[in-house]
């Protein structure tokens, strides 16, 4: 595309240990059969666009929560928003303008939707599960 701005690389690469069975989540987002599949990919893209990045899910669970994480270098992930039904949950402030995803049940996923890309999306995305069934309100730090 040829254009002057800024390219940025939007980083959402796939760590091994979802495959493997959601690492250090473990505990909380990854029970029986759940279980959450990411692309492993890396997306390019320009500061300005829309990207959407993928995450689809198996769950036995009929209203699954679906959360999305940012983690940028070494710091720990942050909470980007959370989807029961719908467009239904929690949105972080700070991601409110730019950020949002769509539960869909019958095609169990919840990509989510990044507008205006700034050079500060760039990090590593993380969606997660868990299941409502669990019942369990630890939080995640
Ligand atoms: C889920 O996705 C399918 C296929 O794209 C679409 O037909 C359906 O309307 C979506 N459902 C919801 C609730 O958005």
Redesign the pocket.
Do not use: E, K, L, R
């Given at each position: 595309m040829l254009n002057i701005r800024q390219f940025l690389l939007l980083l959402w690469s796939f760590l091994q240990r979802w495959n493997l069975g959601c690492g250090f989540f473990w505990l909380l987002f990854c029970r029986g059969e759940d279980k959450v599949m990411q692309p492993p990919e890396d997306v390019v893209a320009a500061e300005g666009d829309t990207v959407t990045l993928d995450c689809t899910f198996q769950t036995t669970d009929p209203s699954p929560y679906l959360f999305w994480y940012k983690q940028d270098g070494t710091s720990r992930p942050q909470f980007i928003l959370s989807r029961v039904k719908?467009d239904k949950g929690k949105t972080e402030d700070e991601f409110k303008e730019r950020f949002s995803s769509?539960l869909?049940?019958?095609?169990k996923s919840a990509p989510l939707k990044i507008q205006e890309l700034q050079l500060s999306d760039s990090a590593v995305y993380y969606c997660a599960l868990r299941p409502t069934v669990t019942g369990s309100s630890r939080s995640a730090h």
């Open positions: 719908g769509t869909n049940s019958t095609m």
